[in-house]
């Protein structure tokens, strides 16, 4: 009986093909360097980001990615570590160590530039190369320092003015400051201090001597520009600042110090900061913030919040309150 010969179709070669180059690199494997390994080239994040508010845009800078020893006893000091470091087990966070944003942000209001706190600099609570990065920064994102037309500051503590002076001079030759009255009356005098506050308060003074004449004070509910209105944050220190920022009927609140753990400051507003000048009032400051936030459903700029420092805040059932990181929300 005659048999019939099956011809080829294109699935039985493709088939035949695949099999004979697996048998090669089966039987090839051996050879030295097939599959090389790519070097490790080390981590990496993000050193600014950009996004819109309305007419606005919005640039935050890393000023420094350093890890630090906590949160406890950073936040909680009023607690148990061991309620702090449940907190951070049940967040999948680690218990001893975490990495707090430095945020400087940059609004273009399309008439202005503005500078919104200047980081670490050279003598700020994180040294270079660990911090102080703003003025090497800007340029990648796309600023000029002699562009900048306002700097304001949210509150005196040297990694929010450390990056005014860079080699002993203005960083922003061309900018006008603005900072809280209160604030400023609580840093600049000399002899009103010591121990701790004095040696902050030093730097303060050196930071702003050149400029001093540049600045001016604000209170809360003035405007700084059409847009950027101030708002009473006290606590932290006793003229610190958080600003709701508008335009075309969009607003973000940038609210500088009122947290410091992205967990730990918004699930408890109730435990103190060890940064916070008046920690009962700050504590109160918090909650109110947290809950202005929460209601009116404002995008938020976090100075202290991991980087890029945008999110939202949402009640959790109970008490406290959780920050939901920015993914896409202000891109569109």
């Known amino acids: ?32 360097g097939a599959f090389a390994a790519a070097p490790f080239i080390g981590l990496a994040q993000p050193k600014f980001y950009r996004c819109k508010l309305g007419a606005f845009e919005i640039t935050t800078i890393s000023d420094s ?11 909680g000091a009023n607690t148990s570590e061991a309620d702090v470091q449940q907190l951070m087990r049940d967040n999948r966070l680690p218990e001893k160590k975490y990495q707090p944003g430095f945020s400087p942000t940059l609004i273009n209001t399309g008439k202005e530039l503005i500078l919104f706190d200047t980081g670490n600099g050279e003598n700020g609570f994180v040294p270079r190369p660990n911090g102080g990065w703003l003025a090497k920064q800007l340029a990648p994102a796309g600023f000029a320092r002699e562009q900048i037309d306002i700097v304001v500051l949210s509150h005196g503590h040297p990694d929010h003015i450390g990056g005014l002076l860079e080699n ?19 840093w600049a005098p000399e002899g009103k201090h010591s121990g701790e506050l004095e040696k902050l308060a030093v730097i303060f003074r050196t930071n702003t001597k050149q400029i001093a004449d540049r600045f001016s004070f604000i209170k809360p509910g003035e405007d700084i520009v059409t847009g950027v209105r101030a708002i009473e944050a006290y606590g932290h220190t ?8 508008e335009s075309n009927n969009q607003s973000l609140l940038l609210w500088g110090d009122c947290a410091h753990h992205q967990v730990a400051s918004l699930a408890r507003p109730d435990w103190h900061c060890a940064f916070d000048v008046d920690k009962a009032q700050a504590a109160l400051t918090r909650q109110r913030i947290f809950e202005m936030a929460a209601t009116e459903k404002f995008p938020v ?8 420092s945008m999110g939202y805040v949402e009640r959790l059932q109970g008490s406290g309150f959780r920050w939901v990181p920015h993914s896409y929300q202000l891109n569109l």
């Open 238 to 245: 006793p003229g610190h600042l958080a600003f709701l920022i």
């Open 301 to 308: 700029v976090g100075y202290h919040m991991p980087f890029p």
């Open 65 to 75: 990615e350093a890890f630090i020893d906590g949160p406890y006893p950073i936040i």
């Open 1 to 32: 009986m005659h048999k019939q010969t099956k011809t080829p179709n294109r699935r039985d070669v493709m088939v035949s093909g695949l099999a004979t180059g697996l048998a090669t690199i089966v039987a090839n494997s051996s050879i030295p």
């Open 168 to 186: 002993g001079s203005p960083l922003f030759p061309n900018a006008r400051y603005f900072i809280g009255q209160i604030d400023y009356d609580f």
